[in-house]
């Protein structure tokens, strides 16, 4: 008499990140809006300047660049600026004249950490710059090639909980019939899911006590199957 199984099987792998973005905003606030686009376009010009210089051109197409850029510098951009007015109060409740604050968004896209560190040091330290968040990435080739290997950990793992119960109920042997993947999660299907691990990696290096130095946390890649097997 054959049994059917049903069970799922679940992979992860924690990866070191291999890129970097840093968003960075180009900003000034004055009661003149001419004085503040001034103030933006000037800064945006002098990091524009700086970027071609290390990255020609900013390279925007290259969404999958190895990291191999001599400079550290994958790509870049600068966005066009905004502006938006506001009207402090004083404390007698007048109404004090406008104030304008200009806005230019920027994002720098680094394969090396310690060029990633140099320019924010550096930036951190302009006038009308503003350093925003950096967000870990792997590569393309890198995270395609964690998906392989979690997905056939998955299917061993699935299989080896099968055996567990097939053993359980005395059965000697198993046979794959159905593996289904992905699972389906709420909001729609999630084949492989990707998020910042602990990080455990105890780097210790001497650092420049004026520099930034970052330690970002590993990627976990995760995945889950589900498959059915018959056991007799």
């Known amino acids: 008499m054959s049994l059917t199984l049903t069970v799922r099987g679940s992979a992860q792998e924690e990866i070191a990140p291999e890129r970097a973005e840093l ?30 210089a290390a990255c020609p051109g900013g390279d925007p197409s290259a969404e999958d660049a190895s990291g191999d850029t001599a ?4 790509r870049w951009s600068v966005q066009s600026l905004s502006v938006s007015s506001w009207s402090p109060h004083h404390d007698s409740e007048d109404v004090l004249p406008a104030r304008f604050t200009v806005d230019m968004p920027a994002r720098i896209v680094f394969g090396d950490r310690a060029t990633l560190s140099a320019w924010v040091t550096a930036l951190a330290a302009r006038e009308n710059i503003q350093i925003g968040h950096v967000s870990w990435h792997l590569t393309r080739g890198t995270r395609e090639a964690a998906e392989v290997r979690i997905l056939e950990a998955a299917v061993t793992d699935a299989h080896r909980r099968a055996g567990a119960l097939a053993r359980a109920t005395g059965a000697t042997s198993l046979r794959p019939v159905t593996i289904r993947h992905p699972v389906p999660h709420s909001g729609g299907p999630s084949p492989f ?4 691990a602990a990080d455990d990696s105890g780097d210790s290096e001497a650092m420049d006590p004026d520099a930034f130095e970052l330690h970002p946390q590993k990627i976990a890649v995760s995945t889950e199957i589900e498959a059915v097997f018959e056991a007799e």
């Open 23 to 52: 968003a960075v905003t180009i900003r000034a606030e004055s009661g003149s809006k001419a004085e503040a686009v001034e103030a933006v376009r000037n800064a945006a010009a002098a990091l524009t300047a700086e970027l071609e």
């Open 71 to 74: 400079s550290g510098i994958e």
């Open 193 to 196: 899911r990707a998020a910042l």
